[in-house]
């Protein structure tokens, strides 16, 4: 097989930019051979004038559609993102940072398979929930009906006999709400 051949179908099949040595590790080739050989296809790629190039980044090496070319190429490549899910996006980088129920208010019932979709995608990060101690208070069950006095301490209250017993009942503490700040 023709190594630079190989180096060009490495390059190609990436779809990405790639350093020498990730190229190396893929094609079992040298790095230093590689490196002559993307210098060759680099030049190779300019002299006949394709709307390819090969062109180094940095220290990268990537295969990509030519600037003057790019613009009539751009409307036959898939989009990378749904049109649906690239609208609650804006409306997440508009509005952050924003809970779900007040996305919910805004797109409705697709914001949770939304969601999903770009935290899949690694376009979106949610941040970690914390549990916030509860106050100490009785368990969550059905709310009792007020205690309404029995007909006995309503007279005594009435008659004002005896006031100093009208306070809280024994075993029954008194009653506190907590609110939320």
Known sequence: MNPRAIVEAALFSAGKALTPEELARTT????????????????EYTKRESAIEVAQ???K?????????????RA??????????????????????LLQSDLFDMIGSKV??????????????RPKRVRCPRPNRAPRSRPRPPRLPSPRETNRAVRGSDARKSGPQKGRGESCVITRG
């Not at 790095?31 to 993307?38: C, F």
């Open 28 to 43: 079992r080739l040298e790095p230093d051979v590689i490196r002559e050989h993307l210098r060759a296809l680099s030049k």
């Open 57 to 59: 980044i940095g220290t």
């Open 61 to 73: 090496w990537t295969m990509q559609i030519r600037s003057d070319y790019s613009e009539r190429a």
């Open 76 to 97: 036959f490549a898939p989009p990378e993102i749904d049109r649906d899910l690239l609208k609650t996006a804006a409306l997440i980088a508009y509005h952050q940072p």
């Open 112 to 125: 949770y398979e939304h969601t999903k979709g770009l935290e899949a995608r690694s376009r979106m990060t």
